[in-house]
Protein backbone atom coordinates (compact mmCIF):
# COMPACT_ATOMS: atom_id res chain seq x y z
CA UNK A 1 0.00 0.00 0.00
CA UNK A 2 1.02 3.31 -0.72
CA UNK A 3 -1.22 5.76 0.85
CA UNK A 4 -1.03 7.15 4.47
CA UNK A 5 -2.62 5.01 8.01
CA UNK A 6 -4.25 6.33 10.71
CA UNK A 7 -3.70 3.79 13.71
CA UNK A 8 -5.65 4.28 16.50
CA UNK A 9 -3.54 3.34 19.61
CA UNK A 10 -2.51 3.42 22.95
CA UNK A 11 -2.15 -0.07 22.99
CA UNK A 12 1.22 -2.10 23.00
CA UNK A 13 -0.07 -3.17 19.34
CA UNK A 14 -0.47 -0.39 18.04
CA UNK A 15 3.08 1.08 18.65
CA UNK A 16 4.20 -2.35 16.97
CA UNK A 17 2.15 -1.87 14.35
CA UNK A 18 3.35 1.55 13.77
CA UNK A 19 7.14 0.87 14.27
CA UNK A 20 6.41 -1.92 11.68
CA UNK A 21 4.73 0.02 9.07
CA UNK A 22 7.49 2.73 9.30
CA UNK A 23 10.24 -0.02 8.63
CA UNK A 24 8.01 -1.07 5.60
CA UNK A 25 7.84 2.88 4.44
CA UNK A 26 4.35 3.35 4.91
CA UNK A 27 3.19 7.00 5.86
CA UNK A 28 1.68 6.41 9.64
CA UNK A 29 -0.08 8.43 11.68
CA UNK A 30 -0.76 7.72 15.14
CA UNK A 31 -3.58 9.17 17.45
CA UNK A 32 -3.83 9.12 21.25
CA UNK A 33 -6.41 9.96 23.33
CA UNK A 34 -4.08 12.07 25.96
CA UNK A 35 -5.19 10.39 28.64
CA UNK A 36 -1.78 9.50 30.27
CA UNK A 37 0.40 12.27 31.15
CA UNK A 38 3.93 11.03 29.63
CA UNK A 39 2.72 8.28 26.93
CA UNK A 40 5.20 5.95 25.24
CA UNK A 41 4.96 7.07 21.65
CA UNK A 42 4.82 4.75 19.03
CA UNK A 43 7.44 5.76 15.68
CA UNK A 44 6.04 7.95 13.00
CA UNK A 45 3.80 11.02 13.39
CA UNK A 46 1.77 10.99 15.94
CA UNK A 47 -1.60 13.42 17.34
CA UNK A 48 -3.06 13.80 20.42
CA UNK A 49 -6.67 14.11 21.37
CA UNK A 50 -10.11 13.40 20.93
CA UNK A 51 -11.62 14.21 17.52
CA UNK A 52 -15.19 15.18 18.50
CA UNK A 53 -16.98 11.79 18.20
CA UNK A 54 -17.70 10.01 15.25
CA UNK A 55 -18.73 12.98 12.96
CA UNK A 56 -15.66 15.16 14.15
CA UNK A 57 -12.94 11.75 12.91
CA UNK A 58 -15.21 12.08 10.13
CA UNK A 59 -14.21 15.20 9.19
CA UNK A 60 -10.52 14.96 10.28
CA UNK A 61 -10.31 12.17 7.49
CA UNK A 62 -11.87 14.84 5.10
CA UNK A 63 -9.03 17.05 6.03
CA UNK A 64 -6.12 14.43 6.31
CA UNK A 65 -6.65 11.90 3.40
CA UNK A 66 -5.68 8.29 4.59
CA UNK A 67 -6.24 5.00 2.65
CA UNK A 68 -6.79 2.94 5.69
CA UNK A 69 -7.69 3.19 9.23
CA UNK A 70 -6.57 0.65 11.88
CA UNK A 71 -8.47 0.84 15.05
CA UNK A 72 -5.31 -0.65 17.59
CA UNK A 73 -7.77 0.69 20.41
CA UNK A 74 -7.57 -1.24 24.06
CA UNK A 75 -10.46 -4.07 23.65
CA UNK A 76 -12.16 -1.44 26.07
CA UNK A 77 -12.22 1.58 24.78
CA UNK A 78 -16.04 0.86 23.54
CA UNK A 79 -16.68 4.35 22.33
CA UNK A 80 -13.74 5.28 19.95
CA UNK A 81 -13.74 2.05 18.63
CA UNK A 82 -17.77 3.03 17.85
CA UNK A 83 -16.72 6.13 16.66
CA UNK A 84 -14.28 4.33 13.94
CA UNK A 85 -16.80 2.09 12.49
CA UNK A 86 -19.78 4.84 12.50
CA UNK A 87 -16.70 7.11 10.93
CA UNK A 88 -15.89 4.82 8.36
CA UNK A 89 -19.33 4.37 7.13
CA UNK A 90 -19.82 7.77 7.07
CA UNK A 91 -16.56 8.58 4.63
CA UNK A 92 -15.97 4.68 3.16
CA UNK A 93 -12.35 4.91 4.73
CA UNK A 94 -11.36 0.99 5.11
CA UNK A 95 -11.22 0.35 8.66
CA UNK A 96 -9.72 -2.91 10.44
CA UNK A 97 -9.88 -3.51 14.00
CA UNK A 98 -6.66 -4.85 15.84
CA UNK A 99 -7.66 -6.49 18.84
CA UNK A 100 -5.56 -8.87 20.95
CA UNK A 101 -6.95 -12.22 21.91
CA UNK A 102 -8.87 -12.41 25.38
CA UNK A 103 -7.53 -14.57 28.74
CA UNK A 104 -8.55 -17.98 28.76
CA UNK A 105 -8.92 -19.65 32.35
CA UNK A 106 -6.35 -22.22 32.92
CA UNK A 107 -6.44 -25.39 35.17
CA UNK A 108 -6.23 -23.97 38.85
CA UNK A 109 -7.95 -20.71 37.93
CA UNK A 110 -11.27 -19.37 39.92
CA UNK A 111 -12.51 -16.64 37.59
CA UNK A 112 -15.92 -15.20 38.30
CA UNK A 113 -17.06 -13.38 34.91
CA UNK A 114 -19.39 -10.38 34.85
CA UNK A 115 -20.52 -8.20 32.00
CA UNK A 116 -19.72 -4.35 33.55
CA UNK A 117 -17.75 -2.93 36.50
CA UNK A 118 -20.56 -2.27 38.46
CA UNK A 119 -21.63 -5.69 38.37
CA UNK A 120 -18.45 -6.60 39.75
CA UNK A 121 -18.53 -4.16 42.55
CA UNK A 122 -21.86 -6.12 43.16
CA UNK A 123 -19.51 -9.20 42.88
CA UNK A 124 -16.58 -8.25 45.76
CA UNK A 125 -19.26 -6.43 47.74
CA UNK A 126 -18.99 -8.71 51.02
CA UNK A 127 -14.79 -8.97 50.71
CA UNK A 128 -12.81 -7.25 53.00
CA UNK A 129 -9.93 -6.60 50.55
CA UNK A 130 -10.35 -5.87 46.97
CA UNK A 131 -7.09 -5.45 44.62
CA UNK A 132 -8.56 -3.32 41.20
CA UNK A 133 -6.83 -3.39 38.17
CA UNK A 134 -9.41 -2.24 36.16
CA UNK A 135 -7.97 1.43 35.24
CA UNK A 136 -8.59 5.00 36.75
CA UNK A 137 -11.44 5.77 34.69
CA UNK A 138 -13.49 2.58 35.99
CA UNK A 139 -12.57 3.41 39.85
CA UNK A 140 -16.47 5.27 40.36
CA UNK A 141 -18.07 2.06 39.69
CA UNK A 142 -16.48 0.41 42.93
CA UNK A 143 -17.02 4.09 45.38
CA UNK A 144 -19.33 2.12 47.51
CA UNK A 145 -17.07 -0.77 48.83
CA UNK A 146 -16.06 -0.56 51.83
CA UNK A 147 -13.51 -3.33 51.44
CA UNK A 148 -9.82 -2.09 51.64
CA UNK A 149 -8.96 -1.45 47.86
CA UNK A 150 -5.98 -2.03 46.53
CA UNK A 151 -6.02 0.72 43.14
CA UNK A 152 -2.68 0.45 40.55
CA UNK A 153 -2.41 2.48 37.56
CA UNK A 154 -0.17 4.85 35.81
CA UNK A 155 -1.26 8.23 36.90
CA UNK A 156 -2.94 8.91 40.03
CA UNK A 157 -6.82 8.29 40.04
CA UNK A 158 -9.16 10.84 40.50
CA UNK A 159 -12.60 11.11 42.96
CA UNK A 160 -14.63 9.42 43.48
CA UNK A 161 -12.91 6.66 45.41
CA UNK A 162 -13.74 3.32 47.67
CA UNK A 163 -13.40 4.73 51.16
CA UNK A 164 -10.35 2.92 52.23
CA UNK A 165 -8.00 3.11 49.05
CA UNK A 166 -4.40 2.48 48.41
CA UNK A 167 -3.00 3.82 45.10
CA UNK A 168 0.25 2.47 43.69
CA UNK A 169 1.29 4.06 41.00
CA UNK A 170 3.06 1.96 38.31
CA UNK A 171 3.23 1.14 34.58
CA UNK A 172 3.34 -2.56 33.71
CA UNK A 173 4.39 -4.84 32.86
CA UNK A 174 5.28 -7.28 36.01
CA UNK A 175 6.46 -10.01 36.46
CA UNK A 176 4.57 -12.96 38.79
CA UNK A 177 6.86 -12.41 41.58
CA UNK A 178 6.25 -8.33 41.78
CA UNK A 179 2.43 -9.31 41.53
CA UNK A 180 2.83 -12.04 43.93
CA UNK A 181 4.84 -10.08 46.34
CA UNK A 182 2.55 -6.96 46.16
CA UNK A 183 -0.93 -8.98 46.66
CA UNK A 184 0.73 -10.51 50.17
CA UNK A 185 1.89 -7.26 51.32
CA UNK A 186 -1.48 -5.85 51.12
CA UNK A 187 -3.08 -9.53 51.82
CA UNK A 188 -5.68 -9.40 48.78
CA UNK A 189 -8.87 -11.66 48.89
CA UNK A 190 -9.83 -11.15 45.30
CA UNK A 191 -8.69 -9.62 42.30
CA UNK A 192 -10.69 -7.86 40.11
CA UNK A 193 -9.56 -6.77 36.44
CA UNK A 194 -10.87 -6.27 32.84
CA UNK A 195 -10.50 -8.99 30.16
CA UNK A 196 -7.79 -7.14 28.32
CA UNK A 197 -5.75 -10.02 26.77
CA UNK A 198 -1.96 -10.08 25.92
CA UNK A 199 0.99 -11.00 28.15
CA UNK A 200 1.63 -7.34 29.63
CA UNK A 201 -0.56 -7.47 31.98
CA UNK A 202 -1.25 -11.29 32.69
CA UNK A 203 1.32 -12.04 35.09
CA UNK A 204 -1.49 -10.71 37.97
CA UNK A 205 -3.75 -13.56 36.58
CA UNK A 206 -0.95 -15.99 37.59
CA UNK A 207 -0.08 -14.75 40.82
CA UNK A 208 -3.71 -15.15 41.91
CA UNK A 209 -3.94 -18.62 40.63
CA UNK A 210 -0.56 -19.50 42.67
CA UNK A 211 -2.48 -17.87 46.01
CA UNK A 212 -5.40 -19.21 45.03
CA UNK A 213 -7.20 -16.13 45.35
CA UNK A 214 -10.84 -15.75 42.90
CA UNK A 215 -10.51 -13.19 39.86
CA UNK A 216 -13.43 -11.16 38.92
CA UNK A 217 -12.94 -10.71 35.11
CA UNK A 218 -15.08 -7.89 33.17
CA UNK A 219 -16.22 -9.50 29.96
CA UNK A 220 -15.44 -7.11 26.85
CA UNK A 221 -17.52 -4.83 24.73
CA UNK A 222 -18.35 -6.43 21.64
CA UNK A 223 -16.91 -4.76 18.67
CA UNK A 224 -19.59 -3.23 16.08
CA UNK A 225 -20.82 -5.59 13.76
CA UNK A 226 -19.30 -5.74 9.98
CA UNK A 227 -15.89 -4.41 10.92
CA UNK A 228 -13.53 -7.07 9.86
CA UNK A 229 -11.56 -7.79 12.68
CA UNK A 230 -7.19 -9.54 13.26
CA UNK A 231 -5.95 -10.55 16.71
CA UNK A 232 -2.35 -9.99 15.58
CA UNK A 233 -0.04 -7.12 14.23
CA UNK A 234 1.11 -9.52 11.30
CA UNK A 235 -2.36 -9.99 10.34
CA UNK A 236 -2.90 -6.39 10.26
CA UNK A 237 0.37 -5.72 8.45
CA UNK A 238 -1.13 -8.44 5.63
CA UNK A 239 -4.31 -6.61 5.68
CA UNK A 240 -2.65 -2.97 5.35
CA UNK A 241 -0.58 -4.62 2.52
CA UNK A 242 -3.48 -6.16 1.24
CA UNK A 243 -4.95 -2.95 0.22
CA UNK A 244 -5.13 -1.72 -3.30
P1 LIG B 1 -13.02 5.40 24.91
O1 LIG B 1 -13.82 5.48 26.15
O2 LIG B 1 -13.37 4.37 23.90
O3 LIG B 1 -13.00 6.78 24.13
C1 LIG B 1 -13.56 7.97 24.66
C2 LIG B 1 -13.10 9.09 23.77
O4 LIG B 1 -11.69 9.30 23.89
C3 LIG B 1 -13.30 8.83 22.29
O5 LIG B 1 -14.63 9.08 21.91
C4 LIG B 1 -12.32 9.80 21.70
O6 LIG B 1 -12.76 11.13 21.83
C5 LIG B 1 -11.14 9.67 22.64
N1 LIG B 1 -10.18 8.65 22.22
C6 LIG B 1 -10.05 7.37 22.66
N2 LIG B 1 -9.02 6.76 22.07
C7 LIG B 1 -8.49 7.67 21.22
C8 LIG B 1 -7.39 7.65 20.33
N3 LIG B 1 -6.61 6.55 20.20
N4 LIG B 1 -7.11 8.77 19.60
C9 LIG B 1 -7.90 9.88 19.74
N5 LIG B 1 -8.95 9.96 20.58
C10 LIG B 1 -9.23 8.87 21.31
O7 LIG B 1 -11.46 5.26 25.26
P2 LIG B 1 -10.78 4.92 26.66
O8 LIG B 1 -11.25 3.59 27.10
O9 LIG B 1 -10.91 6.11 27.54
O10 LIG B 1 -9.28 4.78 26.18
C11 LIG B 1 -8.52 5.92 25.89
C12 LIG B 1 -7.20 5.47 25.30
O11 LIG B 1 -6.51 4.67 26.25
C13 LIG B 1 -7.33 4.63 24.04
O12 LIG B 1 -6.38 5.10 23.13
C14 LIG B 1 -7.08 3.22 24.48
O13 LIG B 1 -6.45 2.46 23.48
C15 LIG B 1 -6.16 3.42 25.67
N6 LIG B 1 -6.32 2.41 26.72
C16 LIG B 1 -7.54 2.14 27.23
C17 LIG B 1 -7.68 1.19 28.21
C18 LIG B 1 -9.03 0.84 28.77
O14 LIG B 1 -9.09 -0.03 29.64
N7 LIG B 1 -10.12 1.44 28.33
C19 LIG B 1 -6.56 0.50 28.67
C20 LIG B 1 -5.30 0.80 28.13
C21 LIG B 1 -5.19 1.75 27.15
P3 LIG B 1 -13.56 11.89 20.68
O15 LIG B 1 -14.95 11.37 20.72
O16 LIG B 1 -13.43 13.33 21.03
O17 LIG B 1 -12.86 11.56 19.38
Request: charged share 20%.
Amino acid sequence: MTGRVLVLGGTGEARRLADALVAEGVDVVSSLAGRVAKPVLPVGEVRIGGFGGAEGLATWLAENPVAAVVDATHPFAAGMTANAAAAADLTGVPLLRLQRAGWTAQPGDDWRWVDSLEAAAAAVASVGSVFLTTGRKGLGAFAGLTARCLVRSVDPPGPPLPARTVVVLARGPFTVAEELELMRRHEVEVLVTKDSGGSMTAAKLTAARELGLPVVLVRRPPVPPGIPTVATVDEALAWVAGRP
